[in-house]
């Protein structure tokens, strides 16, 4: 097969089957490898200049992004547990300053009550006593006016019943003695 090989190689062009005479038995062209090895190394300059470089720049500045996005959103998880921790201890203190100040609320009307009850108890003693006073003295007019009355009833009657008519000056002077035996009672 080899020889099949030669000779194609050796009639289609008389250089190639100089070159595969010349080199390797096998039928391998050493410029051509030259040159194909020459043409991969500038592709691939080429390629990884303005190919593969920008891919590989961009690919390391997402990666940058991505791990300092992860870094933030952790910075951010912890930032959140902690707020929500310190809400949790303003909400308790909240919660028992409330508890304190319905407390306190509820002991200051407490007291209130208490006093305004003692106010009114106050109020109605006071009014007790002003009206016992204001019917004392009532009571004091009323019985002077009674016994002015009676002691003109008596000098009336005295007067009919000793038919005779009494001056002035003795109905004043009956009326007060009756006065003063009436006081005296």
């Known amino acids: ?69 992860l870094k933030y959103t952790e910075e951010m998880r912890a930032k959140l547990e902690q707020a929500n921790l310190q809400s949790e201890e303003i909400m308790r203190k909240a919660a028992f300053e409330a508890q304190a100040v319905v407390t306190d609320a509820r002991k200051v009307a407490k007291e209130l009550a208490d006093r305004q009850a003692q106010d009114t108890a106050a109020q109605t003693a006071s009014m007790l006593a002003k009206a016992q006073q204001a019917i004392d003295l009532e009571h004091g007019k009323m019985m002077a006016e009674v016994r002015g009355e009676i002691a003109r009833l008596v000098t009336l009657t005295a007067a009919k019943v000793l038919s005779t008519e009494l001056s002035a000056a003795d109905k004043a002077r009956y009326t007060q003695a009756a006065t003063r035996d009436l006081t005296s009672v």
């Open 1 to 69: 097969m080899l020889a099949t090989l030669t000779f194609l190689l050796a009639s289609a062009a008389p250089e190639a089957a100089e070159a595969a005479h010349q080199g390797n038995q096998f039928g391998i062209a050493t410029n051509y490898i030259v040159m194909q090895f020459v043409s991969f190394c500038i592709l691939a300059v080429v390629l990884y200049r303005w190919g593969l470089k920008p891919v590989l720049t961009t690919m390391d500045e997402r990666q940058h992004k991505i791990e300092a996005g």
